[in-house]
């Protein structure tokens, strides 16, 4: 069982940053951040294999999001830039055993339980 707790979430206004961090409790092989906004299907934003660094974005997130991980902390992050009001969602971590990125959500083994990002116009 891998433990995942999300923080850095909060209030930010629209052009700002924010920078989302995951702990997990042991090392797995690979990462992922989504977000939900109410109402809305769960939302895949980057992906990283633990153990090399590689990673993955869907188109929408390319360029504003960038994901990374500290191997020896067993800590992921979500670097987030130039907020909008549309980026206002819960920010889930989520761990795979599995080596290979996807954006799959059936894929991932472990959830956070989230950080709320409200971003005001």
């Known amino acids: 069982q891998v433990h995942l707790v999300e923080s850095g979430g909060g209030l930010v206004e629209a052009g700002g940053s924010l920078r989302l961090t995951c702990s997990a409790s042991?090392?797995?092989?690979?990462m992922g951040w989504f977000r939900q906004a109410p109402g809305k299907e769960r939302e895949f934003l980057a992906a990283?294999?633990?153990?090399?660094?590689?990673?993955e974005y869907p188109d929408s997130a390319k360029g504003r999001f960038a994901i990374s991980r500290d191997l020896y902390k067993r800590t992921l992050y979500l670097q987030m830039n130039t907020l909008k009001p549309e980026d206002t969602a819960v920010y889930y971590c989520?761990?795979?055993?599995?080596?290979?990125?996807?954006?799959?959500?059936?894929?991932?083994?472990?959830w956070g339980q989230g950080t709320q990002v409200t971003v005001s116009s």
């Open positions: 989520a761990a795979s055993e599995s080596l290979i990125l996807t954006g799959t959500i059936s894929q991932y083994d472990y």
């Open positions: 042991t090392r797995t092989g690979s």
């Open positions: 990283i294999r633990i153990r090399d660094g590689t990673t």
